[in-house]
Protein backbone atom coordinates (compact mmCIF):
# COMPACT_ATOMS: atom_id res chain seq x y z
CA UNK A 1 0.00 0.00 0.00
CA UNK A 2 3.20 2.84 1.04
CA UNK A 3 4.71 1.84 -2.55
CA UNK A 4 1.19 2.35 -4.32
CA UNK A 5 1.46 5.95 -2.82
CA UNK A 6 4.77 7.12 -3.18
CA UNK A 7 4.43 5.04 -6.80
CA UNK A 8 1.16 8.40 -7.14
CA UNK A 9 3.02 10.99 -5.41
CA UNK A 10 5.95 10.00 -7.87
CA UNK A 11 4.15 10.04 -11.02
CA UNK A 12 1.93 13.40 -9.93
CA UNK A 13 5.64 14.93 -9.11
CA UNK A 14 6.58 14.11 -12.71
CA UNK A 15 3.18 15.31 -14.50
CA UNK A 16 3.92 18.64 -12.64
CA UNK A 17 7.34 19.01 -13.35
CA UNK A 18 6.89 18.62 -17.06
CA UNK A 19 4.12 20.52 -17.44
CA UNK A 20 5.58 23.39 -16.03
CA UNK A 21 8.89 22.73 -18.16
CA UNK A 22 7.01 21.77 -21.20
CA UNK A 23 5.93 25.25 -23.00
CA UNK A 24 2.38 25.44 -24.14
CA UNK A 25 0.98 24.85 -27.48
CA UNK A 26 1.42 27.22 -30.03
CA UNK A 27 -1.40 29.32 -30.91
CA UNK A 28 -2.11 29.68 -34.89
CA UNK A 29 -3.72 32.25 -36.44
CA UNK A 30 -5.40 32.11 -40.03
CA UNK A 31 -6.30 34.80 -42.11
CA UNK A 32 -9.45 34.25 -44.66
CA UNK A 33 -8.20 30.39 -44.76
CA UNK A 34 -4.24 30.79 -45.06
CA UNK A 35 -2.07 30.32 -42.39
CA UNK A 36 -0.19 33.45 -40.68
CA UNK A 37 2.98 32.92 -40.17
CA UNK A 38 4.60 35.99 -38.19
CA UNK A 39 8.40 36.46 -36.31
CA UNK A 40 6.38 36.92 -33.39
CA UNK A 41 4.48 34.12 -32.18
CA UNK A 42 1.23 35.50 -30.51
CA UNK A 43 0.77 34.74 -26.85
CA UNK A 44 -1.94 34.95 -24.52
CA UNK A 45 -1.95 38.68 -21.95
CA UNK A 46 -4.48 39.35 -19.76
CA UNK A 47 -7.14 36.52 -21.38
CA UNK A 48 -7.04 38.25 -24.64
CA UNK A 49 -4.70 36.75 -27.55
CA UNK A 50 -2.36 39.38 -28.59
CA UNK A 51 -0.89 38.92 -32.27
CA UNK A 52 1.62 41.46 -34.01
CA UNK A 53 -0.71 44.20 -36.02
CA UNK A 54 1.06 44.79 -38.90
CA UNK A 55 1.08 41.29 -40.36
CA UNK A 56 -2.67 41.12 -39.44
CA UNK A 57 -2.77 44.23 -41.20
CA UNK A 58 -1.30 43.35 -43.85
CA UNK A 59 -3.11 40.20 -44.36
CA UNK A 60 -6.15 42.13 -44.91
CA UNK A 61 -4.66 44.00 -47.80
CA UNK A 62 -4.24 47.08 -45.00
CA UNK A 63 -1.41 49.76 -44.38
CA UNK A 64 0.08 50.38 -41.31
CA UNK A 65 2.72 53.13 -40.26
CA UNK A 66 4.35 53.01 -36.89
CA UNK A 67 5.29 56.62 -35.61
CA UNK A 68 8.27 56.11 -32.93
CA UNK A 69 8.31 59.55 -31.29
CA UNK A 70 4.94 58.94 -30.05
CA UNK A 71 4.85 55.23 -29.66
CA UNK A 72 1.87 55.59 -32.57
CA UNK A 73 0.68 52.69 -34.58
CA UNK A 74 -1.69 54.31 -37.51
CA UNK A 75 -3.42 51.97 -40.89
CA UNK A 76 -5.84 52.40 -43.38
CA UNK A 77 -7.37 49.74 -45.29
CA UNK A 78 -8.27 50.82 -48.83
CA UNK A 79 -11.13 47.80 -49.11
CA UNK A 80 -13.47 49.48 -46.17
CA UNK A 81 -11.73 53.03 -46.06
CA UNK A 82 -11.36 52.80 -41.83
CA UNK A 83 -8.43 54.72 -40.38
CA UNK A 84 -7.09 53.23 -37.21
CA UNK A 85 -4.90 54.35 -34.92
CA UNK A 86 -3.76 53.52 -31.33
CA UNK A 87 -0.55 54.58 -28.78
CA UNK A 88 1.29 51.88 -27.39
CA UNK A 89 1.10 51.04 -23.41
CA UNK A 90 -2.56 52.84 -23.22
CA UNK A 91 -6.45 51.21 -23.71
CA UNK A 92 -7.63 53.58 -26.25
CA UNK A 93 -8.55 52.54 -30.01
CA UNK A 94 -9.16 55.21 -32.58
CA UNK A 95 -11.20 53.87 -35.36
CA UNK A 96 -13.31 55.77 -38.47
CA UNK A 97 -14.43 55.89 -41.73
CA UNK A 98 -11.84 57.93 -43.24
CA UNK A 99 -13.79 59.61 -45.81
CA UNK A 100 -15.61 61.06 -42.36
CA UNK A 101 -12.31 62.16 -41.08
CA UNK A 102 -10.66 63.92 -43.86
CA UNK A 103 -13.30 66.84 -43.15
CA UNK A 104 -10.99 67.49 -40.06
CA UNK A 105 -7.86 66.95 -41.01
CA UNK A 106 -7.60 70.48 -42.45
CA UNK A 107 -7.94 71.63 -38.78
CA UNK A 108 -7.47 68.70 -36.52
CA UNK A 109 -6.87 70.96 -33.26
CA UNK A 110 -10.85 72.52 -33.88
CA UNK A 111 -13.28 71.59 -31.45
CA UNK A 112 -15.16 69.69 -33.89
CA UNK A 113 -12.28 67.35 -34.99
CA UNK A 114 -11.32 66.41 -31.13
CA UNK A 115 -15.02 65.81 -31.37
CA UNK A 116 -14.92 63.56 -34.17
CA UNK A 117 -12.18 62.23 -32.77
CA UNK A 118 -13.84 61.82 -29.04
CA UNK A 119 -16.74 59.95 -30.50
CA UNK A 120 -14.90 57.29 -32.63
CA UNK A 121 -12.53 56.44 -29.87
CA UNK A 122 -13.29 53.26 -27.38
CA UNK A 123 -11.57 51.63 -24.70
CA UNK A 124 -10.06 47.75 -25.24
CA UNK A 125 -9.27 45.39 -22.65
CA UNK A 126 -5.76 45.09 -22.96
CA UNK A 127 -3.63 48.11 -24.50
CA UNK A 128 -1.11 47.44 -27.42
CA UNK A 129 1.99 46.89 -26.21
CA UNK A 130 5.46 45.80 -27.51
CA UNK A 131 6.91 42.14 -27.55
CA UNK A 132 10.56 41.10 -29.57
CA UNK A 133 10.22 44.26 -31.07
CA UNK A 134 6.83 43.79 -32.46
CA UNK A 135 3.38 45.62 -31.84
CA UNK A 136 1.09 43.16 -30.15
CA UNK A 137 -2.17 43.94 -30.06
CA UNK A 138 -6.06 42.28 -29.39
CA UNK A 139 -6.79 39.66 -32.33
CA UNK A 140 -10.63 40.58 -31.93
CA UNK A 141 -10.23 43.91 -31.55
CA UNK A 142 -8.01 45.02 -34.39
CA UNK A 143 -9.41 42.59 -36.78
CA UNK A 144 -12.96 43.35 -35.85
CA UNK A 145 -12.14 47.70 -36.44
CA UNK A 146 -11.22 46.13 -40.19
CA UNK A 147 -14.45 44.67 -40.07
CA UNK A 148 -13.37 41.20 -40.37
CA UNK A 149 -14.74 38.53 -37.72
CA UNK A 150 -12.98 36.58 -35.34
CA UNK A 151 -13.17 33.13 -33.68
CA UNK A 152 -11.05 31.53 -31.33
CA UNK A 153 -10.91 27.61 -30.06
CA UNK A 154 -9.45 27.85 -27.02
CA UNK A 155 -9.05 24.16 -27.28
CA UNK A 156 -6.89 23.81 -30.24
CA UNK A 157 -5.49 27.41 -29.78
CA UNK A 158 -6.69 28.63 -33.48
CA UNK A 159 -7.46 32.30 -34.30
CA UNK A 160 -9.53 32.15 -37.06
CA UNK A 161 -9.87 35.65 -39.22
CA UNK A 162 -11.95 36.13 -41.90
CA UNK A 163 -13.30 39.38 -44.40
Not at 7 to 16: D, G, H, K, N, T
Not at 29 to 38: A, I, K, P
Not at 63 to 84: K, L
Amino acid sequence: MNHKKTLASLLMLFVLAFSVILPAADIQVFVNGQYLSTDQPPVIQDGRTMVPLRAIFEALGAQVEYFADTRTVSGYDPQTNRIMSLVLDQKTLFCADYTLFQVYEANPTSQAAINFVLSHTKEIDVPATSIGGRTMVPARVIAESLGASVVWDGNTRVVTITR
